[in-house]
């Protein structure tokens, strides 16, 4: 028996979550059985997303009152019983928020530590990151040449999707909550501009300033009121990539954009997508990415939490905008091996 | 000179227009010049999408204080001195509202009121009919089998728009804001199902009930609210088209649907579209509606008020739901020509 810290969900938030609303406790992890394997967890992935699931009679992916929180990590296989799953070796996958567990090796897929860290594979080889992938290049497709705005632009998906949108040629426009994000999207990501929607009075001149021609594709993580901005700075058949709406996962209000009309008015389209749909496709995006992080074009940033005591301020901090790059909570280090 | 009525706009209105907003003025007409004609307005085409435009400081199509309202009309040319514009011939196009008024023929086509009744070319042989025809067939590429939804569908785009998807094999469920409307819809226009929104509780339930397969294309009018419920229903990766905001064109709030959220998460796609892209096509629309409308396959229903002087009560009366089919006003009888 291992003992492990895990975080509960006490009660359904409404509106912000709070640290109320959670539990940590320790339970007693017992050794794995046949086919089963013991991971210890070593990084967390904090993820917006996460909190649309969180909502009472509508819970997805496992989320239950009195049960673990559920997220994407990355951890170490510490013991094993099962032929796929060597002892040692580094998996990540849809699992609990717990320091140690127990899994059957479905659902998980094994990471090369030496291709590049492993924590990487919650953040620019992650899945989520893939998002702006194949958001911009498959469902936007698009081109050299084209203005592309980007919203919650130094997120996790915000600041690949910026990396991805100037690898292909365009120009890239993002949007960010704070002066130092701001100069981290223009100075070391090298994006064309940048505003920090806290300090301007109207977004929707200032993005008008930065693209006086106009966006053709507005890849849109927050929707609300950046994208009310945006619509009247689209240019006439400008693609919207519908990637999230973190303005109302944490109790921000309705997400819907006022002015609706200006999708018929310009001629807008307006497509959802979901990196689920692409997971065939996984292989093609971690050869390019990785690709592109040996080369150096493109930058992984984190911020990171310690310990799992802080999970939680830390997903809490990530709707206050306290992240630059991708939110991580370390757990620990790797185990040695013999 | 001709002594005409003509509808002028005295003060942009905020929230619900009123008879306020508007003042009935007589103007004299001179006689036509050199490649002019003098045009007797028979009929006023009475629309949604033109209060849109009424918006100080964002006023488009010639509106202004002071000046006629514009707006769609068929009227018959009672003195030409313009070669391709005879006497005692139709025309439509977009004008003043007024009783009579000169022209040089620039933006006006001529109608063949041996085709079908001169008024059809404001409703099923209208421009904004064949929104409805180029939205579904072109836009939406809507097949045989498919759950089409279409909000207002008794007015003068949905109640076409559920008209050509019927006959195009599609099951059509509409919504609507009376039972007078609803069995319209059911008893006379023949699709599968329709909902008086005002008499449902929730209209989500109801649309749920009515589609339950769900919904595979949206035609949508309205947004707001209605989308809302729509969003809910509709199928994994459905088209929304995106035609029009009724709900908030004349004060009644926002248009953006609160649960956005929706289109990423079912993978919906909205696109914005205007039969000003598809003049070119309109040969084609005629052809096909009037053939249509020969063989008793599409009905034309009007709402007609009289006069000049109750033009803007039945625009007002648009917005309370009062047309059921297209809303008209007309102003006179054609002259006699010898």
Redo the contacts between chains.
């Keep these: 028996m291992v003992a492990s810290r895990e975080v509960q969900l006490k009660s359904f938030p409404t509106g912000n979550m709070t640290e109320e609303n959670f539990e940590l406790a320790t339970v007693q992890v017992p050794s794995p059985g046949q086919g089963e394997l013991m991971v210890k967890n070593l990084w967390l992935s904090i993820e917006a997303g996460m909190r649309?699931l969180l909502h009472e009679g509508d819970a997805h992916f496992g989320f239950g009152k009195g049960k673990p929180v559920r997220g994407f990590a990355v951890g170490q296989i510490i013991q094993s019983r099962h032929p796929r799953f060597p002892k040692g070796g580094y998996i990540t996958g849809l699992c609990n928020w717990q320091e140690y567990y127990i899994s059957n090796g479905e659902g998980m897929q094994i990471i090369d530590p030496n291709l590049v860290p492993v924590h990487h594979y919650l953040t620019v080889m992650g899945a989520m990151a893939a998002t702006a992938y194949f958001g911009l290049l498959d469902v936007g497709r698009i081109k050299a040449g084209e203005t592309v705005g980007v919203s919650a632009a130094a997120g996790s998906v915000g600041s690949v999707a910026c990396q991805i949108a100037k690898l292909t040629g365009c120009r890239v426009v993002g949007t960010a909550g704070s002066d130092e994000k701001v100069d981290w999207l223009i100075n070391e990501l090298g994006i064309d501009a940048a505003i920090n929607y806290k300090k301007v009075d109207d977004l929707q001149e200032a993005m008008g300033a930065a693209c006086p021609e106009g966006i053709d594709v507005y890849f849109d993580n927050v929707?609300g009121k950046s994208l009310e901005a945006a619509l009247e700075v689209m240019k006439p058949r400008g693609r919207i990539l519908?990637?999230?709406?973190v303005h109302?996962y944490d109790g921000g209000g309705?997400?819907?954009?006022?002015?609706?009309?200006?999708?018929?008015?310009?001629?807008?389209?307006?497509?959802?997508?979901?990196v689920l749909?692409y997971m065939d496709r996984m292989p093609e995006y971690l050869s390019r990415m990785s690709g592109w992080i040996t080369e150096g074009k493109v930058r992984s940033r984190e911020t990171v939490y310690e310990g799992i005591e802080n999970a939680v301020a830390a997903w809490i901090g990530l709707f206050q905008g306290k992240n630059i790059g991708k939110m991580l909570v370390k757990l620990g280090d790797p185990d040695k091996v013999e």
């Design positions: 649309a929707a519908a990637c999230g709406t109302d309705p997400a819907g954009p006022a002015n609706y009309l200006q999708i018929t008015q310009k001629r807008l389209s307006v497509q959802g997508f979901s749909d």
